[in-house]
Nanobody, 123 residues
Framework: VQLQASGGGLVQAGESLRLSCAAS????????IGWVRQAPGKEREAVSC????????YYADSVKGRFTISRDNAKNTIYLQMNSLKPEDTAVYYC?????????????????WGQGTQVTVSS
């Protein structure tokens, strides 16, 4: 039972990346999922969240208008499309959720985490 984040990499400012968060061992249908990032020397930041239905989303002000979260329950996967990347987006990105599941976004107090994927944006 795990969440597996992938899709990170090294890009230049202005470019795009798409992160994926795939669940194995359980179905994501009933779970809201969040993306949280942590840069060196900084606190964790809740970047985005999507409700279990996909009908409700949340974005931090720092990424609003540039990042888009989505989900494909058939593939048991959550995506974070990141456009117009900036050097300040450099961080390790984690997907996370709650167990037992919560259908609505909470943005914090996640207790089930995937391993992170590194995103590095050069200027």
């Amino acid at each position: 039972v795990q969440l597996q984040a992938s899709g990170g990499g090294l890009v230049q400012a202005g470019e795009s990346l798409r992160l994926s968060c795939a669940a194995s061992g359980f179905s994501l249908d009933a779970y809201s999922i969040g993306w949280v990032r942590q840069a060196p020397g900084k606190e964790r930041e809740a970047v985005s969240c999507i409700s279990s239905s996909g009908g409700s989303t949340y974005y931090a002000d720092s990424v609003k208008g540039r990042f888009t979260i989505s989900r494909d329950n058939a593939k048991n996967t959550i995506y974070l499309q990141m456009n117009s990347l900036k050097p300040e987006d450099t961080a390790v990105y984690y997907c996370a959720t709650h167990k037992p599941p919560r259908r609505l976004c909470t943005r914090s107090n996640y207790d089930f985490w995937g391993q992170g994927t590194q995103v590095t944006v050069s200027s």
